[in-house]
Each structure stands twice: as structure tokens, then as C-alpha cells.
């Protein structure tokens, strides 16, 4: 349903909802043998991604002995960051690569006493320390004395968004004889496109920081990989995303979109980037010198988002949808997603590693709305002041 507000410049639409540089990759031979196995199979498939071309080329014939050094055990460390959205990524890959009888020791930035710490995922490290796993805190620029001593066949970067704070750990690493690189990256590095979604090899931003570590870590290791997350969903996450939607459900108030909700972008389960992380681990020939989009398979609208929500808590949704500027707020501040077509595929990790996503929006926010009320959230007094302020430009009422 439109309607008019009585301001003719803001015009607004309600509807209802009841649940009742990127391094090139040069073509090449590979062979790769399991230690696991003597067989040898042939594939007539060349994979190639070029920065000026969009899909895979499949037009040469390579020899490819299909391989996993799975039984190989690995010893890896994870520089994890100590706040927004990215902490989860290091708690979960911890967590998998232990399932998967490798070695996992987390370097989380600062201090193990600070107020941060008691937040989740790192009020759940019990979780890893109790499969085996190891714990420390630190600047990750003092990574050589914190593990003096320590020998890692692979490291992680999921810290630094720019050279001058991965330099530090991908100096160590190289130095220290570390086999394999891997760096956290982001799909926010993509140009916006009149093509999506965005797949490896797309223009990014050349001034983003991340763009500069993806070359220096190009340039001084043999073997590296770039993963570029969007946004995610899990248990253990620190920033909201879909507890946003159901902060309005349950309290019965309007799901405020900005623009259409037709815009298009991806959310995944963090268990799908875990193990897409897990797969380059143990395959490491496979996964070296490419970038790869680290997000699930399905893209979904942000109305479409709204209703899996609500649908997930049982419950109906108002959706209003609205126009920033005509309302005078930054949607940066009202909205947790952007407001476009954001989305990118996994192509890469599926014809490289051979990884496919798990990520089930209608099954995962289920799960993740029982955690939201097992934890008291849905009780929680909160204020929607910025919310309030889009109603009252929108002329809709407010509930009590």
C-alpha cells in the first residue's frame, strides 16, 4: 500500500507480512597429490579469473589430480580482531579447524581483563581451549615475542583493514617460515557495479586499505588467499544483524527500510565462511594467489529479509519503507545494511576448493531467534529514538 504523507515530498510505503587490483590467476597446470590416496582423476577443466573478464573460463585442458591433505595436520594461527562483526570469523574457523584434527591458537588484540572480552564470541573461548586449542592476547605487532618460539604452518589475518597494521604480522610470518598467508578481506572493496552480484576479478577501490594488503601479501608469499566477507549471521556474533529485525518484531513496531527493499545483498551463516577457510587450510595449491568472495550462494532482498525474520519468530511484520534524505537521517545510522544492491557470489570456492554453501536463512534464523530469546533480549527495554524520528517525518503513528 502507497500513501502520502501530508508533506508532498515524503512519500512513503507500508506493507504487511504475517507468518500465521585484484592479483591475476594465470592459467596453469596443477597437480596436487593426496597423501591419503594413489588415484588419479582428470578433470577437462581450466580455471582461470581474469581482472577483465567476469566469468570462468573452461576452454583449455589441465591435467588436475583431484587431492586433499585433510590427514595432514596443521598448526595455524588466527589473528582475530577484538570488535565489530569480524570476531566471530576466528572463533568459528578455531572451533572447525580442532573438529578437523588441526591445531588452532587465537591472538586476540588487547587485553584478555577488558570489558570487551566478556562480550561474545570471547566469553566463549572456553569452547576452544576446551577441544585443545590455545588462547593468548597482545598486540599483534608483538606477534614474535608473544609466541616466541612457536613454529605455524599457516597464519591467519583477521585483524588488520589496512598494510600498516597486517605488515607487522605478515613480516613475522614470512620471517618465520610460515608456509601459507591467509587475510580477511571484504566485499565492501567492490566498486558498485550495474552488473551484480560481484565476482573475484570485479574493480575495487583502489585507495581501500584492504586493496594494499591484498598486493603485499601477493608480492612476498608463494602461498596466500584472499577472503572478502559480506554480511553474516551466527551464534556468537557481536553486532547485530538480524537481531535489528527482531528488536522491532517482537515489540510489534514497523520495520523501517530505506529505498524499495528490493535491494539485493547476501548474509550468511558463519559456519559457510569457516569452512571455506578450513578448505584453503587443507588444500593449500588449490588455494593460493586466488581472492575469493566469502559469503553463501543466495542473495535475498532486504523486505525479504524483514519477513524471514518475523517469520522466524512467529510473528507479522509492518514493513515502511522511506527515503533518507527526504526524512533528513543517514540510513548509515538507521539501517544495518547498505542501501543498494550489495551482494557478491562464491564462484571461485566452488570450482577451486570445491566448497558449497550451508547457509538456510529460514532454518538459521529460527535457531537464531531462540538464542535471542533464550538470552532475555526479546525482554530487554530498548529506545528507537531514530526510528521514532523516520515515523514522525512519515506522519505514521508511533505504538505506545
Not at 573438529?99 to 587485553?111: E, R
Not at 565492501?188 to 594488503?213: C, L
Not at 538480524?242 to 558463519?270: A, K, Y
Request: some cysteine; overall charge neutral.
Amino acid at each position: 500500500m502507497a500513501t502520502l504523507a501530508s508533506s508532498s515530498s515524503l512519500l512513503h510505503s507500508t506493507s504487511s507480512f504475517n507468518s500465521s587490483h585484484t592479483p591475476s590467476i594465470s592459467p596453469r597446470i596443477t597437480l596436487k597429490f593426496s597423501s591419503l590416496s594413489s588415484s588419479l582423476s582428470i578433470s577437462q577443466s581450466f580455471l582461470a579469473y581474469s581482472v577483465n573478464s567476469r566469468k570462468l573460463s573452461r576452454n583449455c585442458f589441465s591435467v588436475i589430480v583431484q587431492a586433499s591433505s585433510a590427514g595432514e595436520k596443521k598448526k595455524v594461527l588466527i589473528v582475530n580482531t577484538n570488535s565489530g562483526g569480524h570476531a566471530v570469523i576466528g572463533f568459528y574457523f578455531a572451533k572447525q579447524l580442532l573438529g578437523s584434527g588441526h591445531d588452532a591458537t587465537v591472538l586476540t588484540v588487547g587485553d584478555e581483563s577488558s570489558d570487551k572480552m566478556k562480550k561474545t564470541p570471547f566469553n566463549r573461548f572456553s569452547e576452544i581451549t576446551g577441544a585443545g586449542g590455545k588462547t593468548v592476547w597482545g598486540n599483534p605487532a608483538d606477534v614474535g615475542k608473544i609466541l616466541e618460539g612457536e613454529v605455524f604452518d599457516a597464519v591467519l589475518d583477521n585483524n588488520g583493514k589496512d598494510l600498516d597494521t597486517v605488515r607487522p604480522v605478515a613480516d613475522w610470518a614470512k620471517s618465520s617460515g610460515v608456509k601459507q598467508f591467509l587475510f580477511i578481506s571484504s566485499a565492501g572493496i567492490y566498486k558498485p557495479t550495474d552488473e551484480p552480484p560481484h565476482v573475484e576479478g570485479d574493480a575495487v577501490k583502489a585507495d581501500a586499505g584492504h586493496v594494499g594488503v591484498e598486493k603485499y601479501i601477493s608480492e612476498i608469499f608463494g602461498s596466500w588467499a584472499s577472503f572478502r566477507p559480506q554480511y553474516m549471521i551466527g551464534s556468537g556474533n557481536n553486532k547485530d544483524c538480524e537481531e535489528w529485525f527482531f528488536d522491532r518484531i517482537v515489540r510489534g513496531r514497523p520495520v523501517l527500510i530505506p529505498g524499495s527493499g528490493m535491494q539485493l545483498t547476501n548474509i550468511s551463516h558463519v559456519r559457510d565462511l569457516s569452512s571455506m577457510l578450513t578448505l584453503a587450510v587443507q588444500n593449500p595449491a588449490a588455494a593460493s594467489g586466488h581472492i575469493f568472495n566469502c559469503v553463501s550462494d543466495r542473495a535475498v532482498t532486504l523486505d525479504g529479509m524483514a519477513r524471514l525474520c518475523a517469520k522466524a519468530a512467529g510473528s507479522s511484520v509492518e514493513i515502511v519503507h522511506y527515503d533518507p534524505k527526504a526524512v533528513g537521517v543517514d540510513a548509515k545510522k538507521a539501517f544495518p545494511f547498505r542501501n543498494m544492491h550489495f551482494y557478491a557470489e562464491p564462484r571461485a570456492a566452488n570450482e577451486i576448493l570445491g566448497w558449497s554453501a550451508t547457509t538456510n536463512l529460514p532454518e538459521d534464523l529460527k535457531e537464531r531467534f531462540d538464542e535471542y530469546v533464550k538470552i532475555g533480549r526479546d525482554k530487554k527495554e530498548m529506545k528507537f529514538e531514530l526510528d521514532d524520528k523516520i515515523l514522525e517525518a512519515l506522519k505514521v503513528p508511533v505504538a505506545a
